[in-house]
C-alpha cells in the first residue's frame, strides 16, 4: 500500500514541478515516527510513465505504413545499432548542387546574350543532379527504410518494407550485409559493403552467398493486431516482435557464415 501512496505522490510531485532541490522528487516513509525520504530524479519518473499509444487515421495507408516503419526503426536502433545516412548524406549534397547552379543562372550578373553559355552549363547542371537524385531514390534506396553501420560484432542490417494499398499485411524484409556477419571481414570491408551492396540485385546475394547480402525470410505482419477499431497504435508491440525477428534473423545469418 504504501509502494503506491509513494508513486502517485511522486508523480504528483513531478507533474506540479515540485521536489526536493536539483529537480528531484521525495516521498516520506513514516515507519514507528522515523521520518526517512526515498529521493527519484523526475527525468526518471517521466522516463518510467506508460506511452501513451499514438493514433493513426487507419483508412490511410500510407499513414499507417508511416507508423509501422517508425516502430521498426524504433526496435533496430533499441538493439544498439547505428544508422548509416551516406546516402542521405548523397542526395542532401546533390540538392545542394542543384541549387547552387540554379542560383547562379539566376544571379548571373550579365544580361542574357553574353551569359548564354553560363546558363546552358547550369542548366545541364542542375538536370544532370536531378537525374542522379532520382537514381539513388528509385534504383539504390527504392523501399529502404534504414541501414545500419556495423555493430560491435561487426553486422550491419538493410530494413525494406511494403504496404500495398487496400491490404492489411505489412511485410518487412531484414537483409545481413554479406561480410558484415563474417568474423573475417576487414575495416575496410565494414566499411563499404553497405555501398557496394546497394547496387546489387538480391538476387545475386542468394545465388551466391557472401557475395552481396542475403534475404531471410519476410517478415508478414497484419496491421489489424497493432491497431484497435479507433485507430491507436500498439508500437510497443510491433518493437517487440521486431526485435524477436531481428534477432533470428542474424542469428541464422551467423551460423550460415561459420
Not at 529521493?39 to 487515421?57: C, L, N, Q
Not at 547550369?122 to 555493430?151: G, H, R, W
Not at 563499404?192 to 552467398?209: A, D, E, V
Request: hydrophobic share 40%; aromatic share 6%.
Amino acid at each position: 500500500a504504501w509502494y503506491y501512496s509513494c508513486t502517485g505522490s511522486l508523480l504528483r510531485q513531478a507533474e506540479e514541478g515540485g521536489g526536493s532541490e536539483g529537480g528531484a522528487a521525495t516521498c516520506d516513509i513514516g515507519d514507528g515516527g522515523a521520518p526517512a525520504s526515498t529521493t527519484i530524479m523526475t527525468k526518471t519518473i517521466a522516463h518510467e510513465e506508460e506511452r501513451e499509444p499514438s493514433k493513426v487515421d487507419t483508412g490511410d495507408s500510407l499513414k499507417v505504413k508511416q507508423a509501422m516503419d517508425e516502430a521498426v526503426v524504433r526496435a533496430v536502433m533499441d538493439m544498439g545499432f547505428e544508422e548509416d545516412h551516406k546516402w542521405s548524406n548523397v542526395k542532401l549534397l546533390l540538392m545542394v548542387v542543384a541549387c547552387a547552379f540554379a542560383g547562379l543562372a539566376q544571379l548571373y550578373p550579365k544580361p542574357f546574350p553574353e551569359s548564354r553559355p553560363v546558363l546552358a552549363v547550369c542548366c545541364i547542371s542542375y538536370f544532370a543532379c536531378s537525374a542522379l537524385l532520382q537514381v539513388v531514390m528509385s534504383c539504390i534506396e527504392q523501399d529502404v527504410i534504414l541501414i545500419t553501420k556495423p555493430n560491435n560484432k561487426g553486422v550491419a542490417l538493410r530494413i525494406r518494407t511494403a504496404f500495398p494499398r487496400f491490404q492489411e499485411i505489412y511485410t518487412t524484409e531484414i537483409e545481413v550485409l554479406a561480410g558484415a556477419a563474417s568474423k573475417h571481414a576487414t575495416k575496410l570491408q565494414l566499411e563499404l559493403m553497405p555501398l557496394i551492396t546497394s547496387f546489387l540485385p538480391i538476387s545475386i546475394g542468394r545465388k551466391q552467398p557472401g557475395d552481396a547480402a542475403t534475404k531471410d525470410g519476410a517478415v508478414k505482419m497484419n496491421v489489424g493486431n497493432y491497431f484497435d477499431v479507433e485507430g491507436y497504435f500498439d508500437e510497443e508491440g510491433v518493437v517487440e516482435d521486431m526485435a524477436k525477428a531481428v534477432a533470428s534473423a542474424i542469428s541464422a545469418e551467423t551460423k550460415k557464415r561459420k
